[in-house]
């Protein structure tokens, strides 16, 4: 019944700007740890950038200084922030939430959003 409603993607020139969301609804308690992953054809998930409850965030190398990632705990949102982008940045992105529902038995189970498209070409 949880789902991650991910938003934001598309089409966007090198040096352009994008905002990713995901919103997880379906009887939300909490949100814990969340994080942002992308995956291009033939290759691995891997992940971008991560955030703690606490606000605590780590980032890949490749997208320091021009990526960031928030949360609104009240909303269950993650959002990604994605500036300066490069076509190197082309991919599918996932979120990936870890969240207590109505559904679950107390502790934080994990959740992957259905992936969005980012292209970044001229």
């Known amino acids: 019944q949880v789902q991650l409603v991910e938003s934001g993607g598309g089409l966007v020139q090198p040096g352009g700007s994008l905002r990713l969301s995901c919103a997880a609804t379906g009887g939300i308690f909490g949100m814990y740890a969340v994080g942002w992953y992308r995956q291009t054809p033939g290759k691995q998930r891997d992940l971008v950038a991560e955030i703690t409850r606490g606000g605590s965030t780590n980032y890949a190398d490749s997208v320091k200084g021009r990526f960031t990632i928030s949360r609104d705990n009240a909303r269950h949102t993650v959002y990604l922030q994605m500036n300066s982008l490069k076509p190197e940045d082309t991919a599918v992105y996932y979120c990936?939430?870890?969240?207590?529902?109505?559904?679950?038995?107390?502790?934080?189970?994990?959740?992957w959003g259905q992936g969005i498209q980012v292209t970044v070409s001229s």
């Open positions: 990936d939430l870890f969240v207590t529902s109505v559904y679950g038995l107390g502790s934080p189970e994990e959740y």
